[in-house]
């Protein structure tokens, strides 16, 4: 390994950053990687924790914008994937072949879909009639009965979401929460009258987005993918882009306009004021527990994770001093602190294991606790507690204002994250200047309107992807970069996980 | 069908409990039996809230009881199954034989499991190396784990439990909750020192199992199963059997005490104090949507569904009387009181659709929703509000104590369900006293003492399974029903699900 050592063997994030994510995923005890099964991964206590707390945020938005929980099937049945394939089929097809993909309708050939699932065609000693695939979306499972529950626009919009486990066939390197072969996978599909609902739709989901990132602290780049990276079906794709430290971007959700494609596929359709059959309009958006990938590479340190406190299964650890042959109960007095922090919705770990100081901090500070308080018998005199901020930083508090007091340094703790995540993601980002001075590590902006083969030749040059058209573009128009036409839009490219 | 009709096409519950039950679950839009899989049905809103409020209740006792929550992939590779297959025969040969499972090991034979699974043998285009299969439960997965976690007793005891879909390729008819192809499931999986500390484990499960049944309002039989219902690997096994209306028992939960069988297949062993290496014993719990089942079953009537209080999605449902031309804002005031209600942590839905009341009533029946509230124009004038508990009966409550009347109304309905369904279980079981005189619908008890070839005499003769021993024997002997001898052994009877 390239990269120096830290302390006690977690590598170098900065110097190895390949080496230390595996490295932190496994010591922080998010997940174990020794089950059997490659790229299916055993979530641990702390590491699923902190995923259903991720995932409790998004129950929240999704109760704010009125979205409804469902829960549907894993298998799905062959023919349903025939009929998305003859969509994605007809639509690629029009597409390349410049017509209205409604001119291919009766001309369907297979899709790309069937190498990426995992079949199951025989249950117990029988083959199965029918065989069956582990969902990878549940588009075709839910579309399949959204026109059992519309009938008329009353019924609309129909906004649902579930999470669930999804299934893919991955034949490239796996790596925990990145590219795994059993996702943890929301989704959110809805149906509307007509392409106008269904794009103030997609600015909802978006608006989801930035709250759920500023939660969690990371900036990220919504870019419209260029067609040829658009969601198989889908008018258009939004994807949501975290920045990893060695300059990757790494796809962390996606919303997809689907116009009314599928409901032409699905015969979904309602009937409108005028008594008359109408296809709907419908979007989904996506997110999975790659969030969580983003999050440890983004935040994490020499030292091990940091959680933003959103999301840190334990936002503050207490550790009382343990002196032996003392009158001070220090342990009573750090429980008596922790009780006063829970009662007032903080997470908190009182941990009074009779070990060295030094191996505490090691163990929460490896775990990313955003907020340690230490007791010994002076702060208890003096009537602070001394806090460490992961972040870094130590400062006594006074302990009878102790919950306003964690409340302030946990949303400073927030806000040193954000900077760094910011800064980070502003170094990051550059102008492209010269096609033949590309650097790793780097993701570049440039003002394109250009063709498709332009495209094509600068990601061949530049080895980069396009992610496409970010969601804002330059305030005032400038020279694309191939072709010098006046242009507000910004393109971004970058090497992607 | 035989059963009459109550009203608006709803069979009636006592008359045809066979045509009540799908009528409801559907009705009530808990499920939609309607997706393309015999035996997958796809959980609508309201469904699937009400299970994730029964799964709280379930969290939050774990939480109590010091169980960490994980997440194993849900499928799992052929030879661990061989693993597995091999205890089981091993274990059964040795009940046959009368011998010490021990004295058979490496003489292991195929077992039964194979029959139950889904297989997943391809992936994409490919023939997979290691067949896979779906969980149908997750012994073998997680005790492949467990070693790689326990070390030595400080590790002990490890307490982990997870809420995941399994899945059984049934055969036999299937019905939503009860008997299901993919079945959402919790599993506590243990490890103890000895058998003394894994014995209390199961004792602290029986706990949990009450705690959670008050709240579901659903009176149980806990019994130890006999021996040839034993959980295949498991020491002994006791299972909870909810009585459903037609007085057939339906197995809602079940706890199996494993010994050290398993640990000895797995190699799942710890350093002692004595730093020796011992095997673990070890327990699990598992419970499933089953006791959704129960819950529909025990306690709806021939107007839909009651839920109990504790897992209502929706406790109340407020219904302002809507009048054109009246100057009273009943719906304001309906939504001023369910914010007060929601302040304080109820569940509460306004209905202020412009529809005829009798429709909404109607509606909200035959979901369940336990208290509605109406509000008309002259309940503002007297400052109250007209209750109509779901159990029946009516009465106005003053609005300014509306949080307490209304949680004091909750507490009645749900003593009234644990009335109703305790006065049920006590009609339904009775003492048997004549083979030849079994009744349908009725459960039976007995003092028994008797062989294996007894029991089998019995089950063919009255054509009902041997539930167990209850966990609640008799306080004094009494003759056994076959041999005479005294015993204080309560054995019970039924038709089973």
Same mark, same amino acid.
């Given at each position: 390994?390239a990269?120096?050592?830290?302390?006690?063997?977690i590598? *170098?994030?900065?110097?190895?950053?390949?080496?230390?994510? =595996?490295f932190?995923v496994?010591?922080?005890?998010?997940?174990?990687?020794?089950?059997?099964?490659?790229?299916?991964?055993?979530?641990?206590?702390?590491g699923w924790?902190t995923?259903? @707390?991720?995932?409790?945020?998004?129950h929240?938005e999704?109760?704010?914008?009125?979205?409804?929980?469902?829960?549907? &099937?894993?298998?799905?049945?062959?023919?349903?994937?025939?009929?998305?394939?003859?969509?994605?089929?007809?639509?690629k097809?029009? $597409?390349?072949?410049?017509?209205d993909?409604?001119?291919?309708?009766?001309?369907?050939?297979?899709?790309?879909?069937?190498?990426?699932?995992?079949?199951?065609?025989?249950?117990g000693?029988n083959? !199965?009639?029918?065989?069956m695939?582990?969902?990878?979306?549940s588009?075709?499972?839910?579309?399949?009965?959204? &026109?059992?529950?519309?009938? *008329?626009?009353?019924?609309?919009?129909?906004?649902?979401y579930?999470m669930v486990?999804?299934f893919r066939?991955? /034949?490239?390197?796996?790596?925990?929460?990145? %590219?795994?072969?059993?996702?943890?996978?929301?989704?959110?599909?809805?149906?509307? +009258?007509?392409?106008?609902?269904a794009?103030?739709?997609?600015?909802?989901?978006?608006?989801?987005v930035?709250? @759920?990132?500023?939660?969690?602290c @990371?900036?990220?780049?919504?870019a419209?993918?260029? +067609?040829?990276?658009?969601? =198989?079906?889908?008018?258009?794709t939004?994807?949501?882009?975290?920045?990893?430290?060695?300059?990757?971007? !790494?796809?962390?959700?996606?919303?997809?306009?689907?116009?009314?494609?599928?409901a032409?596929?699905?015969?979904?359709?309602?009937?409108? @004021?005028?008594?008359?059959?109408?296809?709907?309009?419908q /979007?989904?958006?996506?997110?999975?527990? %790659?969030?969580?990938?983003?999050?440890?590479?983004?935040?994490?340190?020499?030292?091990?994770?940091?959680?933003?406190?959103a999301i840190?299964?334990?936002?503050?650890?207490?550790? &009382?001093?343990i002196?032996k042959?003392?009158?001070?109960?220090?342990?009573?007095?750090?429980e008596?602190?922790?009780?006063?922090?829970?009662s007032?919705?903080?997470?908190?770990?009182?941990?009074?294991?009779?070990i060295?100081?030094g191996q505490?901090?090691?163990?929460?500070?490896?775990?990313? +606790?955003?907020?340690?308080?230490d007791?010994?018998?002076?702060?208890?005199?003096?009537?602070t507690?001394?806090?460490?901020? $992961? /972040?870094g930083?130590?400062?006594?508090?006074?302990?009878?204002?102790?919950v306003?007091?964690?409340?302030?340094? #946990?949303?400073?703790?927030a806000?040193? #994250?954000?900077?760094?995540?910011?800064?980070?993601?502003?170094?990051?980002?550059? =102008?492209?200047t010269?096609?033949?001075?590309?650097?790793?590590g780097?993701?570049?902006?440039?003002?394109?309107?250009?063709?498709?083969?332009?495209?094509?030749?600068i990601?061949?040059?530049?080895?980069?992807s396009f992610?496409?058209?970010?969601?804002?573009?330059?305030?005032?128009? $400038?020279?694309?970069?191939?072709?010098?036409?006046?242009?507000?839009?910004r +393109?971004?490219l970058?090497? /992607?996980?």
């Amino acid at each position: 390994m390239a990269g120096g050592k830290a302390k006690r063997g977690i590598p *170098s994030k900065m110097d190895d950053f390949n080496a230390w994510y =595996p490295f932190i995923v496994e010591a922080a005890e998010l997940v174990d990687k020794r089950y059997p099964i490659k790229g299916m991964d055993v979530w641990r206590p702390y590491g699923w924790k902190t995923m259903r @707390l991720i995932d409790s945020l998004t129950h929240a938005e999704m109760e704010r914008t009125d979205h409804e929980e469902v829960n549907f &099937p894993l298998l799905i049945p062959e023919n349903l994937l025939e009929k998305e394939n003859a969509l994605v089929a007809r639509l690629k097809r029009a $597409r390349e072949e410049g017509v209205d993909p409604d001119d291919l309708r009766g001309e369907e050939e297979e899709g790309g879909f069937m190498k990426e699932v995992y079949w199951v065609k025989h249950a117990g000693e029988n083959d !199965l009639d029918i065989p069956m695939f582990l969902r990878p979306t549940s588009e075709t499972a839910m579309y399949t009965m959204f &026109p059992l529950w519309v009938r *008329s626009h009353k019924d609309l919009p129909l906004k649902v979401y579930q999470m669930v486990n999804t299934f893919r066939y991955e /034949t490239k390197q796996t790596r925990s929460f990145i %590219r795994v072969r059993e996702i943890h996978f929301f989704e959110a599909h809805t149906a509307h +009258v007509d392409e106008d609902c269904a794009s103030r739709q997609i600015a909802q989901d978006l608006e989801i987005v930035d709250n @759920l990132m500023h939660d969690l602290c @990371l900036p990220v780049i919504k870019a419209k993918r260029p +067609v040829w990276d658009t969601f =198989p079906g889908a008018w258009y794709t939004i994807a949501i882009d975290a920045i990893m430290p060695n300059g990757r971007t !790494l796809q962390v959700a996606s919303c997809h306009h689907y116009r009314d494609q599928w409901a032409k596929a699905f015969d979904l359709t309602y009937e409108n @004021l005028d008594a008359q059959q109408q296809h709907c309009h419908q /979007t989904t958006y996506g997110m999975s527990e %790659r969030l969580l990938g983003a999050i440890v590479g983004m935040h994490g340190d020499d030292n091990g994770l940091i959680m933003p406190p959103a999301i840190a299964p334990f936002q503050i650890v207490i550790c &009382p001093m343990i002196r032996k042959n003392s009158d001070v109960d220090t342990i009573g007095k750090a429980e008596e602190i922790a009780n006063t922090l829970k009662s007032a919705g903080l997470r908190v770990k009182v941990d009074s294991r009779d070990i060295r100081a030094g191996q505490k901090y090691f163990d929460w500070e490896i775990k990313g +606790v955003p907020l340690r308080l230490d007791i010994g018998p002076r702060d208890i005199e003096n009537g602070t507690a001394f806090a460490a901020l $992961r /972040t870094g930083g130590k400062k006594p508090l006074p302990m009878d204002d102790i919950v306003a007091q964690c409340n302030i340094v #946990l949303n400073e703790i927030a806000n040193e #994250l954000r900077e760094r995540a910011n800064s980070h993601s502003s170094d990051v980002i550059q =102008p492209l200047t010269d096609l033949g001075a590309v650097e790793d590590g780097k993701i570049y902006e440039m003002a394109f309107d250009g063709t498709d083969s332009h495209a094509e030749t600068i990601e061949r040059t530049t080895g980069l992807s396009f992610l496409g058209d970010a969601t804002e573009p330059y305030s005032e128009e $400038r020279p694309c970069f191939m072709s010098g036409k006046p242009t507000t839009r910004r +393109v971004l490219l970058a090497k /992607t996980y």
